[in-house]
């Protein structure tokens, strides 16, 4: 793969469940696209999924013992592969497996080594999740901060600054690893 002419951006978005997490990468997404800035989803789940239904061919190939199944269509390409062994997977083991992209938005991982955005919302009682982790670049809130937040407070309410600050701090989201690729 050709060397990239400019870096590829990775921020990871933390916060509890039901803080808005998916929903501001939704927003962040449109506003990238509507940027002309190609985006691409890390998405973790915390327990078992399936992506395809019971009785489906790929369903059917993968309980046979197939390692991967790809499912490709004219506008869609799925890959799953099958692990034996349980084990959480780190994102930069993810990363190199997207192709090149302006952003990737990695929704969960907080323990990752990546420059994260914590999303928290008042209404839901909780403390914030990452006081202290020098990665936490900002708070994205819904207009009512806890005390004693010393890192730039981001708006839930308005993506498109969101989106804004994000390329703004570019720099601080630049992965290392994304023009290294062959």
């Known amino acids: 793969m050709p060397e990239r002419a400019h870096a590829m951006h990775v921020a990871a978005l933390v ?26 989803v890390i998405k973790h789940a915390h327990h078992g999924f399936e992506l395809d239904r019971p ?16 499912v490709a269509s004219p506008h869609l390409l799925a890959l799953q592969r099958e692990t034996r062994e349980a084990r959480e997977y780190d994102p930069a083991e993810l ?28 209404a839901n009682a ?26 730039p407070l981001l708006d839930l309410r308005e993506p498109s600054r969101i989106a804004d600050w994000m390329i703004e701090h570019a720099r601080l989201f630049a992965y290392a690893d994304a023009t290294s690729r062959s």
């Open 95 to 122: 990363l190199p497996l997207l192709q090149p992209v302006d952003w990737v938005l990695v929704e969960g991982y907080k323990h990752a080594a990546l420059p994260k955005i914590e999303v928290w919302r008042a």
């Open 15 to 40: 916060g509890s469940s039901g803080s808005g997490k998916t929903t501001l990468i939704e927003a962040l997404l449109g506003q990238f696209a509507a940027r002309g800035l190609r985006a691409s």
């Open 126 to 151: 909780r403390p914030t999740m990452l006081d202290g982790d020098p990665l936490r670049l900002a708070l994205a809130c819904d207009g009512q901060a806890p005390p004693g937040t010393t890192v």
């Open 55 to 70: 009785g489906k061919d790929s369903w059917r190939h993968r309980k046979a013992g197939a390692c991967e199944v790809l």
